[in-house]
């Protein structure tokens, strides 16, 4: 069982940066590829940041040039740099994991943005 523990949320002016970290259990060297997600009330989960076993990431417009995903795999733990922002940012963040084809996610840590 793979276990997911999300930290560095809390609460940030517009403008301000933020950066959450999210130890795995175990290796994710190997992983298919790691993921932050968001879900804002009354809104589906998001996309906010993948970067694949490959080292390939991809971010949605919305995020693009402000958060950036990267990994450390001696400490096994995946991070979120968020740099500008935005009040619409405010929302629960979740890590994931895919390995071995299956989903694994964390409990969630909150973020949010004052204007």
């Known amino acids: 069982q793979v276990q997911l523990v999300e930290s560095g949320g809390g609460l940030v002016q517009a403008g301000g940066s933020l950066r959450l970290s999210c130890a795995v259990s175990?290796?994710?060297?190997?992983?298919?590829?790691l993921g932050w997600y968001r879900q804002a009330p009354g809104k589906q989960r998001e996309l906010v940041a993948r970067?694949?076993?490959?080292?390939?990431?991809n971010y949605p417009d919305s995020v693009k040039g402000r958060f950036t995903i990267s990994r450390d795999n001696a400490k096994n733990t995946v991070y979120l740099q968020m740099n500008s922002l935005k009040p619409e940012d405010t929302a629960v963040y979740y890590c994931?994991?895919?390995?071995?084809?299956?989903?694994?996610w964390g409990q969630g840590t909150q973020v949010t943005v004052s204007s």
């Open positions: 994931n994991v895919l390995r071995e084809w299956r989903n694994y």
């Open positions: 175990g290796s994710i060297s190997s992983a298919n590829a």
């Open positions: 970067i694949t076993g490959g080292g390939r990431t």
